[in-house]
């Protein structure tokens, strides 16, 4: 796994800016009873809770790379069928028909190959299953830029 340089302090200072495409995602979501649900790129985990309490899942499982962004669940109080796990995106195993709703807010812009990213997620879904994901048009901010090229180096 690459080096871990999320720093929660700084992804929280941004935490409303997050919150608002979160929720406008899961507006989109249509609720059933019993939900399995993988959030993946959870992050501090702080919304996985909000989507697995609003949408009273069964299970839900938040998964992200960085170690030092799931330590913050750590001194959370747990919840009954709400863990987190240590894994990518590109790597996240799913399983044929698993789950109602896959979710991903703001993550999939920092992987590659999303044809075949997407294929397999959406074998991970049951019949009638959901995959709701957002992107931001970010690369074109400055940040990314620098990004981009610093990558070249």
Known sequence: MATDTWNPTQYNKFERERAQPFFDLLALVRPEPAMRIPDLGCGTGR?????????DARETIGIDRSV?????????????????????IEEFPGGRGAFNLIFSNAAFHWVSEHEQLLGRLASSLNRGGQLAF????????????????????
């Open 68 to 88: 030092k962004m799931l330590q913050q669940q750590e001194d959370e109080p747990g919840l009954p069928g709400l863990r987190f796990e240590l894994g990518t």
């Open 47 to 55: 919304l996985t809770r909000v989507l697995h309490e609003r949408l």
């Open 134 to 153: 957002q992107v931001p048009a970010s690369h074109d901010e400055p940040s990314h830029l620098i990004a981009a090229i610093h990558s070249r180096c």
